[in-house]
């Protein structure tokens, strides 16, 4: 039934747990995964005439999540060819992560996203928002949502 898995991922220990989670889903029912990671956008903020953050903070912060994007996705693709899983990677950058993960879900033709909630809830919930629910509403395709 599915044959291209999206497992978007943070890095975070529940966001782990759920790329396990998925690799296990994708070797039993013989589907590849595409791994997906968003990255911010670094924009240079201006006040008046100068700038707020000098340009080698913004190339260092750059340097630091492309780094850590590539450690996050590396970790995931290592874990599926482990258990013989076709398995790629992309990083993406966005200061919409619900919008990066449907359009590269799209973009990529996966037929599923397969992501972790970490299940706030409350003024936290609707105070920090929640990627998974967004996807939930906006997504054309089907979600399987791991807790």
Do not use: Y
């Not at 996050?72 to 950058?93: H, N, R, W």
């Not at 299940?119 to 089907?142: Q, Y």
């Amino acid at each position: 039934m599915f044959r291209h898995l999206l497992v978007p991922t943070d890095g975070s220990e529940l966001s782990r747990a759920t790329v396990q989670r998925a690799v296990l889903f994708a070797s039993e029912i013989g589907a590849r995964i595409t791994f997906f990671h968003a990255e911010p956008r670094h924009t240079v903020s201006f006040w008046g005439n100068e700038g707020i953050t000098d340009p080698g903070t913004r190339e260092a912060s750059i340097r630091r999540d492309d780094q850590r994007a590539t450690s996050i996705l590396a970790a995931a693709s290592a874990e599926a060819v482990a258990a013989g899983v076709e398995a790629s990677a992309i990083a993406g950058k966005s200061d919409s992560p619900f919008e990066a993960i449907i359009a590269t879900s799209q973009s990529q033709g996966c037929d599923l996203i397969f992501m972790a909630s970490h299940g706030r809830r409350g003024i936290a919930g609707l105070l920090l928002g929640s990627e998974t629910h967004k996807v939930l509403t906006h997504s054309k395709i089907p979600v399987l949502v791991v807790r």
